[in-house]
């Protein structure tokens, strides 16, 4: 199904006329993967947002984990959307949000009393703010006998209670797919009602009809017999046509539907509700949307249309891998949690040199020099050394190069994890990094597989041309990978790591202080990642938000944080986190609005797309 609602019944009144966007919310396939939003400036041409990945995922409830004919409105300064949850079952999803990124704990909602007969199935949920009643009405469709689909309603004040479900609309013939449209500037303000019929085109269905009622509902629907799109219509009328969607702008009805047989989406315009014109050969939308909504909202409510704006002191910057053949992986964010991909999720420069790239750690000089190392290798067979290159604008990079940073040691069995901390004081990087030596540590060497037993090490340079021999930084009595150095005060040093040891929980992530930045470091025992997640977390990152210190954190394929204001006691906030794409273990780091603003709008080279 798919929902319109009139400027008024939208609740965007008093929304300057320029910051309103139209949105389509839409699903995929069968509706396994989630909701997907699209935006419009005119109507006319939708380009995918959040890089065309879902902004909702399904709800984990047991039969029920579809998110099909997704509707939804705004108003009250908030997104209310409802969602077909599966073909089958007496119920449907509710959830809202504010910013269509973080969404309110979905709602089963079964509006068939117990007590009474339930329906075979809850299709194509519609809601609509009802401007007279100042609530959410949502209807749907579903069978009850034999007779077929009837519309039934419910009405919600604040989404957590629902009323019974009472019929809405009885045709006396098959109806599903509806969506209301609150009509003010009609003579007397009414409500218009799209629907499908679900007869068979022999039988005069399988097309899109109308009907209208007062604005308070207090006399029956008025009927229009004649089709407005599909079978018997004068749009398309060898097209079936199903889950419409009806807008008015500026005294222009705007009637959207999925022609799914035929494999698109169809537009028609009317001034009058009653000549249309075909704009389905213009309507340019995200590669094969299904069955949705086409909505009013702010522009300033959505989310992933944010723009970093001149006055904000900075935005986030996230480096990532993903196939790790590929190269750098950007992402920026204005919180540190929503975050936008960059060139599309794909490599902003392609890799030169052997033999992987993975663990980029990206840091800032006073210059404005970006300064960037990377793991090129799982093992030290040719080169024992890291990746480095670096930029001035984030967009141009230096050639890559090896730093070996392990060459004296020819008992080095790999080096992983290099990263980056600026000593300002003295003017100096630190390059610390994970490395394994052979013969070293044997009182740990069982921990892992009896060959690599890692521990932290570092390199310090000025000019990363000349590197000092490469020392241990601290030893903690167990396997450390992945470390990270904080600078929590003038005093403090804090060094983050993955951890494998022999006492519960064996693996996670840990930390170890120190007044100096080369040590000696002393380890607190307190697992910071729970004993569930540890041992699957790694390449911790941590950076000062506020009064609090984020501690960004990486399961594979995922991306958490925990925050803390002690550096003591933590509190994951993962919930709260909206990744960009396959995100792969890197580091965060602050950069200007301006420069977010120039990342957002680079157009890459298509060569550079390549892995």
Request: net charge negative.
């Amino acid at each position: 199904m798919i929902s319109l609602v009139a400027l008024s019944a939208g609740g965007l009144a008093n929304a300057a006329e320029n910051d309103e966007i139209l949105l389509l919310s839409f699903f995929r396939d069968n509706g396994q993967d989630g909701v997907f939003l699209a935006a419009s400036e005119d109507g006319l041409n939708f380009k995918a947002l959040n890089d065309d990945k879902p902004v909702m995922r399904p709800a984990d409830w047991e039969g029920q984990r579809l998110t099909r004919d997704p509707s939804m409105v705004f108003h009250d300064s908030k997104f209310h959307a409802v969602w077909t949850s599966n073909w089958n079952g007496n119920c449907f999803g509710y959830a809202e949000s504010e910013d269509l990124v973080h969404w309110s704990q979905p709602v089963k909602v079964e509006p068939f009393p117990a007590a009474l007969p339930q329906p075979g199935n809850v299709w194509a949920p519609e809601i609509c703010w009802d401007p007279v009643q100042k609530n959410d009405l949502i209807f749907w469709s579903s069978t009850l006998d034999s007779r077929g689909h009837r519309m039934y309603g419910t009405r919600t004040p604040d989404g957590k209670t629902f009323s019974e479900a009472k019929v809405l609309l009885d045709p006396k013939y098959s109806c599903i797919d509806g969506m209301l449209a609150f009509d003010e500037s009609a003579a007397t303000k009414r409500w218009v009602l799209v629907y499908k019929n679900e007869e068979e085109p022999t039988k005069g269905g399988k097309n899109l009809r109308l009907a209208t009622a007062p604005a308070d509902f207090s006399q029956p629907w008025s009927l229009v017999e004649t089709p407005v799109a599909g079978p018997g219509s004068s749009i398309r009328p060898h097209e079936m046509a199903e889950g419409p969607s009806l807008l008015k702008r500026d005294h222009v009805w705007y009637l959207y539907w999925d022609a799914f047989a035929n494999g698109h989406y169809s537009l028609a315009t009317s001034t009058d509700l009653k000549n249309w014109t075909d704009h389905t050969a213009e309507l340019q939308l995200p590669p094969h949307p299904r069955h949705g909504t086409v909505f009013r909202a702010p522009r300033s409510a959505v989310g992933w249309l944010s723009k970093p704006k001149a006055q904000d002191e900075f935005w986030y910057l996230l480096t990532s891998h993903t196939n790790e053949r590929q190269g750098l992986h950007l992402a920026v964010s204005p919180d540190g949690l929503k975050w936008r991909a960059i060139n599309g999720d794909k490599p902003v420069f392609k890799l030169t040199i052997p033999d992987v790239f993975r663990d980029p750690s990206i840091a800032k000089d006073e210059s404005g020099t970006y300064h960037l190392v990377w793991t090129i290798a799982w093992g030290c067979g040719q080169h024992k050394g890291i990746g480095y290159a670096s930029s001035k604008d984030l967009i141009n990079w230096t050639e890559q190069r090896i730093i070996p940073v392990m060459e004296n040691d020819p008992k080095t069995e790999f080096i992983w994890a290099p990263e980056l901390f600026r000593d300002k004081g003295k003017k100096e990087w630190m390059i610390h990094f994970s490395a394994s030596v052979t013969g070293m540590f044997p009182e740990t060497l069982a921990l892992f597989n009896g060959k690599n037993n890692p521990r932290i090490y570092y390199t310090i340079t000025k000019d990363f041309k000349t590197f000092t021999p490469s020392k241990l930084l601290f030893n903690p009595d167990c396997l450390a990978i992945d470390s990270h150095v904080y600078q929590a005060d003038d005093t403090n040093y804090y060094v983050f790591f993955k951890a494998d040891r022999k006492e519960e929980p064996k693996r996670g992530i840990l930390m170890a202080k120190a007044s100096a930045l080369t040590g000696p470091y002393v380890v607190d025992p307190k697992m910071i990642t729970t004993a569930e997640e540890g041992p699957a977390a790694e390449g911790p990152c941590a950076i000062k938000v506020g009064e609090k210190t984020r501690l960004y954190y990486a399961p594979p394929g995922d991306f958490g944080a925990y925050e803390s204001q002690d550096v003591k006691n933590w509190t994951n906030i993962r919930k709260d986190m909206v990744p960009p794409g396959g995100y792969r273990h890197g580091t965060v780091i602050r950069i200007s609005a301006e420069e977010a603003n120039r990342l957002l709008n680079h157009e890459y080279p298509l060569e550079r797309h390549d892995p």
